[in-house]
């Protein structure tokens, strides 16, 4: 049995996408089970809440046999209401975890959970997913630079460009100054360089319309789409290393 000790905190159900320890991510909330999360969690001092993303993006409201098993704590950093409804959020993750028992179902999940470290060693399984996840991030740079020697990491390295991708991938065109309100921490300037890589990688594309003030917008190109496929591998990876944790009651 592991020493650490059962904890219990509210449950975020996320769609189509996973947090990763170690990352900040701009979220949005609309339904009623994942505001009141967000509410409990923020009215703690250390504002702590479960991410665990959903089997099938289509249920409103998961049970625990939704969710998968392996999932992410994170601070809730910032937090703002919409004016069309909801909230959006960044967060910020920072242990992998497993999930336990329910706890609460109304108005909002809330459950056990234990630290799950990444196993040292993952087996065959897990490493052929990553191959997998390698092959498709490979796959994206040969597309935008099919003479240039396919370096993956170059490519998305650093935490800004894997959270300006997943902004644009999964929540579509934005401006300059919406992201810098999205990507906490990150400067004017560190942002225009990466914007300026990723353009450069042929990743994201940047339009300027002639208007005054001048309005610049950011979108995804097609051959960044296919990175899409490749965050949805990180997350079977992901999940797939729970049979490999290190500590035994793991996940």
Same mark, same amino acid.
């Given at each position: ?19 990763? &320890? *170690?990352?900040?991510?701009?979220? @949005? ?9 967000? !509410? ?20 409103? $409201?998961?049970?625990?046999? =939704? ?5 992410? +704590? @994170? ?17 910020? /993750? ?6 336990? $028992?329910?706890?609460?179902?109304? &108005?909002?999940?809330? @459950?056990?959970? %234990? ?11 897990? !490493? ?5 996840? +390698?092959?498709? /991030? ?6 935008? %630079? ?7 990491? %170059?490519?998305? /390295?650093? +935490? ?5 991708? %997943?902004?644009?991938? *999964? ?9 810098? +309100? ?19 990688? =042929? ?49």
């Amino acid at each position: 049995m592991s020493d650490d000790p059962i904890l219990e905190l509210p449950v975020f159900p996320l769609k189509n996408t996973a947090l990763f &320890p *170690f990352l900040g991510m701009p979220l @949005a909330a609309s339904r009623p089970i994942s505001i009141a999360a967000i !509410e409990s969690a923020v009215a703690t001092e250390e504002k702590e809440i479960l991410v665990f993303a959903q089997k099938d993006a289509a249920e409103q $409201e998961p049970t625990k046999d =939704g969710l998968f098993d392996v999932g992410t +704590k @994170a601070v809730i950093r910032r937090l703002a209401p919409v004016p069309s409804g909801g909230v959006q959020l960044f967060v910020q /993750g920072t242990t992998r975890i497993r999930l336990g $028992e329910l706890t609460q179902e109304k &108005p909002f999940l809330r @459950a056990k959970y %234990q630290p799950a470290p990444i196993a040292l060693d993952v087996g065959a399984d897990v !490493e052929a997913l990553e191959r997998e996840v +390698k092959a498709l /991030g490979a796959k994206v740079l040969a597309l935008a %630079q099919p003479q240039a020697e396919i370096d993956i990491a %170059q490519l998305i /390295g650093g +935490k800004w460009k894997l959270i300006i991708l %997943q902004i644009l991938i *999964f929540q579509g065109t934005k401006r300059f100054n919406e992201l810098r +309100k999205m990507i906490e921490g990150v400067t004017q300037t560190m942002l225009t360089n990466q914007l300026r890589a990723l353009e450069r990688d =042929g990743l994201v594309l940047r339009k300027v319309y002639a208007e005054v003030p001048p309005r610049v917008e950011y979108s995804p190109t097609r051959r960044a789409l296919d990175l899409e496929e490749m965050f949805h591998a990180m997350h079977a990876w992901w999940v797939k290393g729970e049979n490999d944790a290190i500590t035994p009651n793991s996940r």
